[in-house]
């Protein structure tokens, strides 16, 4: 049971109770970026058929990955998107 | 200042207070209309620099537009905005 960074699972999304969530609040510099990333996360929605709950205004962005109901943790799955996630973040921001 | 529907401004949203904005909650069949519907209100919103906060998961979308600070009536720009997120939907559907 043990990772790395155990309370975030290796990224820096928030964890959350009841229900059961993981979240992550990103700011962005302008509408164009902030859009370039949302389709991102659309596609790795589709490959994953993972479907964060999102919303957004002109210059941010929240994610929320629910937990299964019932779950008593959120799962490795959930986990790995948060990362997947970041890692678009990473590639739009630093190239 | 009379309109034809003098509550809604000719639309579908609801308004309401506190703040004061209007809303709409659009559900979708699934991810591919989604995404391309909020394509087209995000283009939409570079056209006329209104950016309404938007919410939406696997299947629903919820539209919002926030009055001006201190303002007693929604104005027309945001009306016309949500007759237009609404013909957007109208081609999106039946076509």
Redesign the interface.
């Known amino acids: 049971m043990a990772r790395s960074t155990a309370d975030t699972g290796g990224h820096p999304w928030r964890e959350r109770a009841r229900p059961l969530r993981l979240e992550r609040r990103i700011e962005f510099d302008g509408?164009e970026p902030l859009?370039e990333y949302?389709d991102q996360v659309?596609a790795l929605?589709?490959a994953t058929q993972i479907?964060?709950?999102?919303?957004?205004?002109?210059t941010y962005v929240n994610l929320t990955l629910f937990a299964e109901e019932g779950a008593e943790q959120v799962g490795e799955a959930l986990h790995a998107f948060a990362r997947q996630a970041d890692a678009l973040l990473d590639t739009a921001e630093g190239s």
């Open positions: 509408y859009r949302l659309a929605s589709e479907f964060p709950n999102l919303s957004f205004g002109r």
